[in-house]
């Protein structure tokens, strides 16, 4: 108990420079969790998809469309259970600030072959009834105040004018790498108004077991190899993994820029623990002579490096874990399922471990064999 409240008086003889020493570390761990929590993120995603479903694309890229007559020929493939098409759309609402992924799908075979979306089955029949009508996210709900039968008008940008659709249900994924701020209509409803002649963006197909993938991909591409719209198909999570790519390696970036800000508020804690250890060089010679042993005036300062560091690693991985979860926050759409996992918190608090060793062995190690006679005469 004795040793506590002298640990508790050593905190508080500068309040404001333990203040601030604890806000930093806080910080520090914050922004680790953050930036880990990115690429923990995005990998997820890397690795979403059903081992049973694959995406089929125009070989020249996603942005050229494939005929829509494909879909019964790739239907008669040994091997496919089910076939689905979808096209991106591109609208806007509002100002556009807020981006929301919006595209049109053939959609009873689409909502068929991505049961992690949970449908309500009176919005899912009133959904599928209505050629105007839109199946939304919940979080759209939230973010704009929308609600089930009300009227939406979005602004074309790959598909000009205004396009007003129906709200007749809402999604709720059943797999957090699901984004939940999407919107889908009717492809028919596309393809009618623009009157493009039966295009599809891609192709989702269903095979009876996963071992059949690779054989079922090479037969569809070979099926279309000559034509004029040639195919390239892969599974759903390889598909899923070329978005993560296009960022570039985030996961170096982040990690390097993470750990970069430990290291600054590294020297930060340790600057502030040696200026502490410093103005008490007198006490700690009259501690000495008193009795304390070497190793006891180490322990003293390496607690008082721990208190500040786990102090401050509890409040910044705690906000971060709290923060994100209660604010649903997924960075617009693009990092859906945003949580700090227990994995990202176990290695925060390593990083915090190594901090507080970091810090503080020098000033302990100082303390420990600090001369008493030098000590006191030495000292202002």
Known sequence: MKFLMLLR?????????TILTMASVALALFLFASLRTVVTTLRSAAQFGSARRLVTTNASGLIFPLPVAYANRIQTIPGVEKVTWANWFGGQYGDGKRFF?????????????????????????AFLQDRSGALIGARLIDLFGWKVG??????GTIYPGDWTFTVRGAYTPTD????????????????????????????????DRPES????????DDLFRNSSSPTKTGTEQAFNASFATMWGNVSLLMNTIGMAVVFAILLVTANAMMMSARERTRELAVLKTIGFTDRR????????????????????L???????????????????????????????????????????????????????????????
Request: charged share 20%; aromatic share 8%; proline share 5%.
């Open 213 to 220: 993938g690779p054989r079922v991909g090479k037969a569809i």
């Open 101 to 125: 992924a919006n595209f049109a799908v053939d959609a009873k075979t689409y909502l068929d072959l991505y049961p992690e979306m949970s449908v309500p089955p009176d919005q899912r029949e």
């Open 297 to 316: 005036l180490f322990g003293l300062v390496m607690l008082e490096a721990g208190v500040i560091t786990v102090i401050g690693a509890a409040l910044g």
């Open 318 to 380: 705690g906000a971060a874990k709290l923060v994100y979860r209660a604010t649903n926050f997924n960075a617009a759409g693009f990092l859906p399922g945003f949580d700090v996992t227990p994995a990202t918190l176990a290695l925060g608090a390593g990083v915090a471990l190594v901090l507080m060793l970091a810090s503080g062995i020098v000033p302990a190690v100082r303390a420990a064999r600090l001369p008493v006679v030098a000590a006191l005469r030495n000292v202002e």
């Open 176 to 207: 957090k790498a699901i984004n939940d701020d999407a919107m889908m209509f009717h492809w028919a409803y596309l393809d009618e108004r623009t009157g493009r002649g039966g295009l599809a963006g891609w192709y989702i197909l269903q095979v």
């Open 150 to 155: 009300q009227n939406v008008t979005l602004r």
């Open 9 to 17: 008086a050593n905190l508080g003889r500068h309040k404001r420079r």
